[in-house]
């Protein structure tokens, strides 16, 4: 069964700090991983994508990793920022038709 | 460039009801692919449509359908609405001949059926 899983469900940090969100999946045939970011109430927006073969991706203070062989992923997130806050999506595309299976999300806040 | 975008916002109904979501994609893209999201969950594949029919279907029952029209927009149609239809539905696009096919998201539209 494709999945998808995260951990953890929630976490608090403080303003300025870095975090590391983790996931695992078991989807098959895998495409590619990518990592979402999605405000309260809107829609999820692109942070990273990474293909089988790459094993770091940044974009900014974002940097993505993927171990293809264990089937595992992390985000982590530099010097965090109060606009930080919001939850973050694990999602693998496995198939040529764009077929996602998403994970249930970390939700992040960041205090003062 | 307009990104992907959903009508109406909200949308408040009563059990039993049927509901008419809107989706425009992105300039471009051709494939739309809709989601439900409930409260603190991940989004759930309802179905994608290419070339004005449903390509691929998730785990929905019938009372979910939906249309593509020949400018690519997109409607999805929930019959007989029940509580647990509550959540927020996204509609994502993509071209299908771009690599990866990402998708792209719109904000989604609330639903809440009382």
């Known amino acids: 069964k494709n999945q998808v899983e995260q951990s953890p469900q929630s976490l608090i940090i403080l303003e300025g700090k870095n975090c590391t969100l983790q996931c695992n999946y078991t989807v098959s045939p895998f495409s590619n991983l990518r990592w979402y970011k999605q405000d309260t109430g809107r829609g999820p927006v692109s942070l990273t994508i990474?293909?089988?073969?790459?094993n770091t991706k940044s974009n900014g203070r974002y940097t993505a990793t993927l171990d293809a062989d264990t089937k595992q992923s992390s985000l982590h997130i530099t010097a965090s920022q109060l606009s930080d806050s919001a939850s973050y999506i694990c999602v693998v595309y496995f198939d040529s038709w764009g077929k996602l299976q998403f994970g249930a999300g970390t939700q992040v806040v960041v205090t003062p | 460039d307009a990104g992907v975008t959903q009508s109406p916002t909200h949308l408040i109904k009563t059990r039993g009801q049927q509901v008419t979501l809107r989706c425009s994609p992105k300039s471009g893209h051709d494939t739309v692919s809709w989601y439900q999201q409930a409260l603190g969950q991940g989004p759930q594949f309802i179905f994608q449509?290419?070339?004005?029919?449903?390509?691929q279907r998730g785990n929905f029952p019938d009372r979910f359908s939906g249309h593509q029209f020949p400018n690519y927009s997109s409607e999805l149609n929930v019959n007989a609405l029940l509580l647990g239809d509550s959540a927020l539905y996204l509609c994502?696009?993509?071209?299908?001949?771009?690599?990866?096919?990402?998708?792209?998201f719109g904000p989604g539209t609330r639903l809440t059926v009382l």
């Open positions: 449509y290419y070339e004005e029919e449903e390509r």
């Open positions: 994502a696009s993509s071209s299908s001949g771009r690599s990866y096919n990402e998708q792209f």
């Open positions: 990474m293909t089988f073969s790459e």
